[in-house]
């Protein structure tokens, strides 16, 4: 055990502080262009300089450098501290990048990379149906073979961004005499083809984070593939060990739950400042245990990666215990915003516009909820640990209609 | 940055793992569970030759000269095992000494305690939960000690006690001080039996450096790391239990209140490890941060192992509630962990307290 870097690394980190210093924030003329372009031609620069983009190949737009999970840490937390644009985070980059460099062809490669990770072409994702949530490969998005272009008729929903995004990685069958996960092959649609409908989807929040996007005879290239036909659920299902999220979950946790102390301490409660109340620090020291075990447990995580060993079960719990965690600090935050949780925390009107103060945290409290449902919800990820992590059987009914 | 252990202390993990298969199966843990005193000399012997009687005792003593973060690391072990005897409160005497002690009360304590030739233990609580040094109130008065002190461990068999005395301060007593009445208490934990100790003028000596804090978060973080070894155990056992008992013509694992449970118990243990490696680490390399750690991680531990062993119990259904299951031997180390040196509530207080909220 020993929480320093070694002498190696603090070097690294002197040579990443030093470039931000330099080239962040943008200066001159340079500073006057749009915030997207700023980051544009700063993430260029990062990218040249080994900071971004590190696990792709040059000829790809990327830096191509030696996986070191320490310094992709370093650089993490020094372009954090700097508030400069580092990798970017979007679905695209994640997700679909990793799928094409494993599956795709030379020239979906060339094409769609480079723009992707620049964060000039943005994507969205095309998996979750009406009637296809958990069960996932009941998928019914029909994609049919018409000469060279693939016909495609279904009904996308969740999906993040598909009112900004120039394309989507969808899921579709293709083989409809196939078996439930044979049958579905993994498409490129260009979201500027006719038939393409998106609307906003509003949430219990107030504000329209997420689409539904209606397909109706929308024709796409047949190239336009990511491995073979009938290949789309295991294309799609390589990309989960790409999401090799550590130690972000844990990081996220414990900021809110600092920003809630902070709030804290800004609150009255049974005519004390709410954190001289016995039940309240009771509560925030509770909790301050789970975060910090799921920190620490991100530590073990990163260390044993660093050793070229695998994380194993502890990965598997991470979503679980984020959002477990995310539901503990809303259920506090709730008690602490007192009456303004009888106000709605977005103007009915006003879409998208971000809560402040205490209407933030009564925005969180219903949030929680959302993202123990997002990307595989809770009662999957139970699954999911009981299955791969303990060895348990599956569900009946499950091993049935597989 | 490294986050993670290093390879002779996953070898010491491993020896002594190795050990407890061979040496503690269950049937030789129950005999001991239920013997007259929870001793069993050839268990004792075999840890002390291997060298446990001395871990965190300096090599020119006798002992390893290591770390409490390695000792913290077979506690876990011993825990998982559910290991009974001295092995807790000797562990502490000896590093109250080391860390204590004067030159001279080394030299004649600690090679005795690390051959295992002596047995120490420690008397820190008294009644009405005063566990914290500030609130002990037996008193020294020339050389002499009287008070009482309630659940010290092995305190019958021990031959060298040390007391924690008003002031915060620790005195030595030896088995054959007069004024000393030692009195077995009815634990609920049998592999970890308690005794009364009443002192009346019983001669002693002082620990000259005031460490009796230092000994206590030991102590914390001691309790820690047997709550994450027990409870890692308690996750095995059920789901062992509930891959191979059938009902409803299925292994009960295949329902997924059951599976589901099993998972919930899971992810409550497996990422809290790390709170004892670091409040561990804390005390062994970051005093300023020893004290609130050691109070989380026992704290945190102590109530998920009572949790999951209720969990544990509810998952082997009625055999769980019965004497004859091996469960109730880990679901009383549960009651004996969270309890001992003060229950969570005490310590989320201090944890609150020592942050200034």
Redo the contacts between chains.
């Keep these: 055990m020993d929480l320093s870097y070694s002498e190696e690394y603090e070097e690294f980190r002197r040579e990443v502080q030093a470039f931000l210093k330099g080239y962040w924030p943008l200066q001159g003329d340079e500073a006057k262009l749009s915030h997207r372009e700023q980051a544009t031609l700063f993430r260029e620069r990062a990218i040249a300089q080994g900071y971004a983009a590190r696990a792709i190949p040059k000829r790809y737009g990327g830096s191509e450098r030696e996986a070191d999970v320490l310094k992709a840490r370093i650089i993490g937390e020094e372009f954090g501290k700097a508030h400069a644009p580092g990798d970017i985070r979007s679905i695209g980059a994640s997700m679909l990048v990793p799928t094409l460099l494993e599956h795709g062809q030379e020239w979906q490669k060339e094409r769609f990379i480079a723009p992707t990770i620049r964060g000039e072409m943005v994507w969205c994702q095309g998996y979750s149906e009406p009637g296809a949530g958990s069960d996932l490969a009941s998928l019914q998005t029909k994609a049919e073979l018409d000469g060279d272009e693939w016909v495609i008729n279904g009904h996308k929903v969740w999906t993040t961004g598909a009112n900004i995004a120039d394309y989507m990685f969808c899921l579709c069958r293709t083989e409809p005499e196939a078996d439930k996960h044979g049958g579905i092959s993994y498409l490129l649609i260009d979201m500027k083809s006719e038939g393409v409908q998106v609307s906003l989807l509003r949430q219990m929040t107030g504000t329209a984070d997420f689409c539904e996007v209606f397909l109706n005879s929308v024709r796409i290239p047949a190239e336009n593939i990511i491995g073979k036909r009938g290949e789309g659920w295991n294309v799609s299902r390589s990309t989960l060990k790409h999401e090799r999220n550590m130690i972000g979950s844990a990081e996220a946790s414990r900021a809110t739950f600092r920003s809630l102390l902070k709030f804290a301490k800004g609150v009255q409660l049974n005519g004390r400042p709410a954190l001289e109340d016995p039940v309240i620090r009771q509560r925030f020291a509770q909790i301050e245990g789970y975060v910090t075990a799921h920190l620490y447990s991100g530590y073990r995580q990163l260390t044993l990666a660093a050793r070229g060993q695998e994380p194993g079960l502890a990965a598997m719990l991470n979503k679980l215990t984020s959002t477990n965690i995310g539901h503990m600090l809303a259920k506090l935050a709730f008690d602490l915003v007192g009456d303004q949780a009888l106000e709605s925390p977005s103007g009915d009107e006003v879409m998208n516009l971000k809560p402040r103060g205490g209407q933030a945290w009564v925005s969180q409290y219903m949030w929680s909820l959302g993202i123990a449902i997002a990307g595989g919800t809770a009662n999957i990820q139970r699954n999911v640990i009981a299955e791969r992590g303990l060895g348990l059987p599956r569900d009946r009914a499950v091993q049935r209609s597989n | ?6 390879d002779e202390q996953e070898l010491l993990q491993e020896t002594v793992r190795g050990f407890v298969a061979k040496e503690c199966p269950s049937p030789k843990l129950r005999e001991i569970f239920e013997g007259q005193d929870g001793y069993d000399a050839t268990l004792w012997d075999g840890m002390v030759k291997m060298g446990l009687g001395g871990l965190v005792v300096p090599e020119s003593y006798g002992g390893a000269g290591l770390e409490l ?1 390695d000792l913290a690391l077979v506690v876990e072990v011993l825990g998982e095992g559910a290991v009974p005897g001295p092995f807790f409160g000797h562990s502490l005497a000896t590093l109250a000494l080391t860390l204590g002690g004067s030159p001279e009360q080394k030299e004649r304590w600690l090679p005795q305690l690390a051959s295992g030739e002596a047995l120490g233990t420690v008397a820190l609580g008294e009644d009405n939960q005063a566990w914290d040094p500030a609130a002990w109130t037996a008193k020294v008065s020339e050389g002499q000690v009287t008070g009482e002190k309630a659940y010290v461990p092995y305190g019958e068999r021990a031959d060298l006690i040390i007391v924690g005395v008003g002031g915060g301060g620790l005195v030595a007593v030896t088995r054959e001080s007069s004024g000393l009445k030692v009195e077995p208490v009815n634990g609920v934990d049998r592999t970890r039996r308690l005794a009364r100790v009443t002192l009346q003028s019983a001669p002693c000596e002082s620990l000259p450096e005031a460490v009796a804090d230092r000994v206590r978060d030991a102590g914390l973080v001691l309790l820690a790391a047997d709550a994450f070894g027990g409870a890692s155990k308690l996750v095995s056992m059920a ?1 062992e239990y ?2 191979t008992r059938e009902q409803f013509g ?2 009960i ?2 329902f ?1 209140a059951v ?2 449970r ?3 118990m ?2 409550e243990i ?6 004892y ?2 409040a561990a ?1 804390a005390f062994d390399r970051i005093p300023d941060e020893a004290e609130r750690a050691a109070a ?1 991680a026992k ?2 531990l102590s109530d998920c192992f009572m949790q999951l062993a209720r969990d544990t119990v509810e998952v082997h259904g009625g055999i769980g509630f019965t004497w004859e299951s091996d469960v109730q031997i880990w679901f009383k180390r549960a009651m004996f962990d969270r309890t001992f040196l003060g229950a969570p ?1 005490y310590h ?2 201090r ?2 307290q020592l942050a200034d ?1």
């Excluded at chain 2, 940055?1 to 290093?6: A, H, N, Q, Y």
């Excluded at chain 2, 497996?270 to 709170?275: K, Q």
């Design positions: 940055m490294d986050f993670g252990l290093s973060l789901v509930a891959k299925q292994p694992a295949q997924q599976k589901h099993l998972a919930d899971i992810t497996e990422p809290a490890r790390g709170l490696w670091y680490h989380l704290a945190h509530a989320l207080e944890v609150a909220w």
